[in-house]
Protein backbone atom coordinates (compact mmCIF):
# COMPACT_ATOMS: atom_id res chain seq x y z
CA UNK A 1 0.00 0.00 0.00
CA UNK A 2 1.23 3.31 -0.82
CA UNK A 3 2.45 5.63 2.09
CA UNK A 4 5.26 6.40 4.65
CA UNK A 5 7.38 3.18 5.81
CA UNK A 6 9.61 4.37 9.27
CA UNK A 7 11.83 1.85 10.45
CA UNK A 8 12.53 0.44 13.14
CA UNK A 9 8.87 0.67 14.99
CA UNK A 10 10.74 0.53 17.96
CA UNK A 11 14.07 0.84 19.66
CA UNK A 12 15.81 0.74 22.96
CA UNK A 13 19.46 3.04 22.96
CA UNK A 14 21.93 3.30 25.69
CA UNK A 15 22.98 6.98 26.51
CA UNK A 16 25.56 7.95 24.45
CA UNK A 17 24.80 5.14 21.30
CA UNK A 18 24.08 6.37 17.88
CA UNK A 19 21.07 5.14 15.53
CA UNK A 20 19.47 6.35 12.38
CA UNK A 21 15.49 6.28 12.09
CA UNK A 22 14.88 5.30 8.40
CA UNK A 23 11.90 6.71 6.66
CA UNK A 24 11.01 6.40 2.92
CA UNK A 25 7.91 7.48 0.85
CA UNK A 26 6.08 6.11 -2.52
CA UNK A 27 3.73 8.81 -2.83
CA UNK A 28 6.45 10.76 -4.59
CA UNK A 29 5.99 13.86 -2.54
CA UNK A 30 8.59 16.26 -2.38
CA UNK A 31 8.20 17.01 0.93
CA UNK A 32 9.15 15.33 3.83
CA UNK A 33 9.22 15.97 7.96
CA UNK A 34 10.74 14.84 11.14
CA UNK A 35 8.46 15.32 14.16
CA UNK A 36 8.71 13.88 17.67
CA UNK A 37 6.29 13.70 20.10
CA UNK A 38 6.68 13.47 23.88
CA UNK A 39 4.14 12.14 26.22
CA UNK A 40 0.56 14.30 26.33
CA UNK A 41 2.16 16.76 24.16
CA UNK A 42 1.43 17.64 20.25
CA UNK A 43 4.16 16.76 17.80
CA UNK A 44 6.87 19.27 16.90
CA UNK A 45 9.17 19.78 13.96
CA UNK A 46 12.47 18.28 14.46
CA UNK A 47 13.77 18.96 10.54
CA UNK A 48 12.04 19.19 7.40
CA UNK A 49 13.14 19.09 3.99
CA UNK A 50 10.98 21.21 1.10
CA UNK A 51 12.82 18.90 -1.81
CA UNK A 52 15.27 16.34 -2.53
CA UNK A 53 18.86 18.09 -1.83
CA UNK A 54 17.40 20.27 0.81
CA UNK A 55 17.24 20.91 4.68
CA UNK A 56 15.92 22.92 6.58
CA UNK A 57 15.90 23.17 10.52
CA UNK A 58 12.33 22.90 12.95
CA UNK A 59 11.35 24.03 16.29
CA UNK A 60 13.48 21.24 18.07
CA UNK A 61 16.68 20.26 16.17
CA UNK A 62 19.43 20.16 18.63
CA UNK A 63 21.10 16.70 18.60
CA UNK A 64 19.71 15.97 15.55
CA UNK A 65 20.99 15.34 11.91
CA UNK A 66 19.15 14.95 8.98
CA UNK A 67 19.71 13.29 5.38
CA UNK A 68 17.43 13.75 1.72
CA UNK A 69 18.96 10.66 0.14
CA UNK A 70 16.67 11.05 -2.58
CA UNK A 71 13.18 11.62 -3.51
CA UNK A 72 12.04 8.75 -1.90
CA UNK A 73 14.26 8.65 1.78
CA UNK A 74 14.54 11.09 4.55
CA UNK A 75 16.76 9.63 7.48
CA UNK A 76 17.13 11.25 11.03
CA UNK A 77 20.26 10.36 12.56
CA UNK A 78 20.91 10.95 16.73
CA UNK A 79 25.01 11.05 17.22
CA UNK A 80 25.24 10.89 20.66
CA UNK A 81 21.15 9.76 22.41
CA UNK A 82 20.05 11.41 25.49
CA UNK A 83 17.18 10.37 27.76
CA UNK A 84 16.24 14.02 26.52
CA UNK A 85 15.76 12.14 23.63
CA UNK A 86 13.39 9.50 24.50
CA UNK A 87 10.12 10.00 22.26
CA UNK A 88 8.05 8.88 19.57
CA UNK A 89 9.22 9.98 15.86
CA UNK A 90 7.24 10.60 12.87
CA UNK A 91 8.08 10.88 9.39
CA UNK A 92 5.59 12.49 7.21
CA UNK A 93 5.41 13.46 3.81
CA UNK A 94 2.95 15.89 1.76
CA UNK A 95 2.23 17.48 -1.50
CA UNK A 96 -0.23 20.37 -2.40
CA UNK A 97 -3.15 18.27 -0.80
CA UNK A 98 -2.10 16.87 2.66
CA UNK A 99 -0.06 15.22 4.85
CA UNK A 100 0.89 11.36 5.36
CA UNK A 101 2.51 10.25 8.46
CA UNK A 102 3.98 6.81 9.10
CA UNK A 103 3.12 5.13 11.92
CA UNK A 104 6.16 6.13 14.09
CA UNK A 105 9.26 4.93 16.00
CA UNK A 106 9.19 4.52 19.68
CA UNK A 107 12.48 5.44 20.74
CA UNK A 108 13.64 5.03 24.59
CA UNK A 109 17.24 6.28 25.40
CA UNK A 110 18.19 4.61 28.62
CA UNK B 1 3.10 33.44 21.43
CA UNK B 2 1.94 29.90 20.50
CA UNK B 3 0.72 29.30 16.65
CA UNK B 4 -2.11 26.70 17.79
CA UNK B 5 -3.69 26.95 21.27
CA UNK B 6 -6.12 24.24 22.01
CA UNK B 7 -7.72 24.69 25.48
CA UNK B 8 -9.29 21.32 26.46
CA UNK B 9 -6.75 19.18 27.51
CA UNK B 10 -9.50 16.36 27.96
CA UNK B 11 -13.42 16.09 27.01
CA UNK B 12 -16.19 13.96 27.59
CA UNK B 13 -19.28 12.98 25.91
CA UNK B 14 -21.89 10.78 25.65
CA UNK B 15 -22.37 7.96 23.01
CA UNK B 16 -24.54 9.68 20.41
CA UNK B 17 -23.99 13.00 21.50
CA UNK B 18 -22.43 15.84 19.30
CA UNK B 19 -18.94 17.62 20.87
CA UNK B 20 -16.76 20.59 20.24
CA UNK B 21 -13.32 20.54 20.32
CA UNK B 22 -11.59 24.23 20.52
CA UNK B 23 -8.73 25.55 18.29
CA UNK B 24 -7.46 28.80 17.68
CA UNK B 25 -4.45 29.66 15.84
CA UNK B 26 -2.11 33.03 15.65
CA UNK B 27 -0.73 33.53 11.79
CA UNK B 28 -0.44 36.67 9.56
CA UNK B 29 0.16 34.98 6.68
CA UNK B 30 -3.57 35.79 4.16
CA UNK B 31 -3.26 32.34 2.97
CA UNK B 32 -3.02 29.00 5.38
CA UNK B 33 -4.71 25.93 6.38
CA UNK B 34 -6.46 24.43 9.38
CA UNK B 35 -6.04 20.25 9.87
CA UNK B 36 -7.48 18.11 12.47
CA UNK B 37 -6.34 14.87 13.03
CA UNK B 38 -7.26 11.84 15.41
CA UNK B 39 -4.50 9.68 17.63
CA UNK B 40 -6.31 7.02 18.63
CA UNK B 41 -4.40 4.62 21.67
CA UNK B 42 -2.44 2.80 18.33
CA UNK B 43 -0.45 6.18 17.72
CA UNK B 44 -0.96 6.54 14.17
CA UNK B 45 -1.75 9.65 13.11
CA UNK B 46 -5.42 10.06 11.26
CA UNK B 47 -6.11 13.12 8.91
CA UNK B 48 -9.82 13.93 9.68
CA UNK B 49 -11.05 17.42 8.04
CA UNK B 50 -9.21 20.40 5.98
CA UNK B 51 -9.72 23.85 6.24
CA UNK B 52 -8.45 26.78 3.77
CA UNK B 53 -7.80 30.39 4.64
CA UNK B 54 -9.94 31.23 1.48
CA UNK B 55 -12.82 28.59 1.89
CA UNK B 56 -16.31 30.23 1.74
CA UNK B 57 -18.00 27.28 3.55
CA UNK B 58 -17.16 25.38 6.53
CA UNK B 59 -15.56 22.04 5.89
CA UNK B 60 -17.54 18.99 6.14
CA UNK B 61 -16.49 15.18 6.15
CA UNK B 62 -18.77 12.62 7.17
CA UNK B 63 -19.56 13.09 10.85
CA UNK B 64 -17.21 16.04 11.01
CA UNK B 65 -17.78 19.49 10.70
CA UNK B 66 -15.17 22.48 11.23
CA UNK B 67 -16.69 25.79 12.60
CA UNK B 68 -14.47 27.91 11.06
CA UNK B 69 -14.66 32.00 12.77
CA UNK B 70 -11.70 33.60 10.76
CA UNK B 71 -11.96 36.54 12.23
CA UNK B 72 -11.84 35.16 15.59
CA UNK B 73 -9.01 32.91 14.36
CA UNK B 74 -10.98 29.59 15.62
CA UNK B 75 -11.48 26.75 13.88
CA UNK B 76 -13.44 23.96 16.25
CA UNK B 77 -13.84 20.64 15.58
CA UNK B 78 -17.98 19.35 15.58
CA UNK B 79 -18.10 15.50 16.04
CA UNK B 80 -21.76 14.18 15.53
CA UNK B 81 -23.43 11.28 16.83
CA UNK B 82 -20.51 10.47 19.08
CA UNK B 83 -19.40 6.55 18.70
CA UNK B 84 -17.31 4.68 21.23
CA UNK B 85 -14.24 4.59 18.51
CA UNK B 86 -14.22 8.52 18.22
CA UNK B 87 -12.06 8.19 22.19
CA UNK B 88 -8.83 9.40 21.22
CA UNK B 89 -6.59 12.41 21.31
CA UNK B 90 -7.51 14.97 18.40
CA UNK B 91 -5.06 17.57 17.34
CA UNK B 92 -5.40 20.94 15.64
CA UNK B 93 -2.74 21.87 13.27
CA UNK B 94 -1.93 24.66 11.05
CA UNK B 95 0.10 24.69 7.55
CA UNK B 96 1.78 28.61 6.89
CA UNK B 97 2.69 29.20 3.47
CA UNK B 98 3.16 25.68 2.20
CA UNK B 99 5.28 24.64 5.06
CA UNK B 100 5.78 22.33 8.00
CA UNK B 101 2.11 21.55 10.21
CA UNK B 102 2.47 22.84 13.68
CA UNK B 103 0.51 20.97 16.25
CA UNK B 104 -1.82 22.22 19.41
CA UNK B 105 -0.95 20.10 22.41
CA UNK B 106 -4.52 18.09 21.72
CA UNK B 107 -7.69 17.25 23.50
CA UNK B 108 -8.32 13.88 25.07
CA UNK B 109 -11.88 13.13 23.88
CA UNK B 110 -13.41 9.78 25.72
CA UNK B 111 -16.79 8.93 24.64
CA UNK B 112 -19.15 7.45 27.30
CA UNK B 113 -22.17 4.67 26.95
Known amino acids: NAGVTQTPKFQVLKTGQSMTLQCAQD?????MYWYRQDPGMGLRLIYYSASEGTTDKGEVPNGYNVSRLNKREFSLRLESAAPSQTSVYFC?????????FGSGTRLTVV | AQKITQTQPGMFVQEKEAVTLDCTYDTSDPSYGLFWYKQPSSGEMIFLIY??????QNATEGRYSLNFQKARKSANLVISASQLGDSAMYFCAMREDRRALTFGSGTRLQVQP
Open chain 2, 51 to 56: QGSYDQ
Open chain 1, 92 to 100: ASSDNYGYT
Open chain 1, 27 to 31: MNHNS
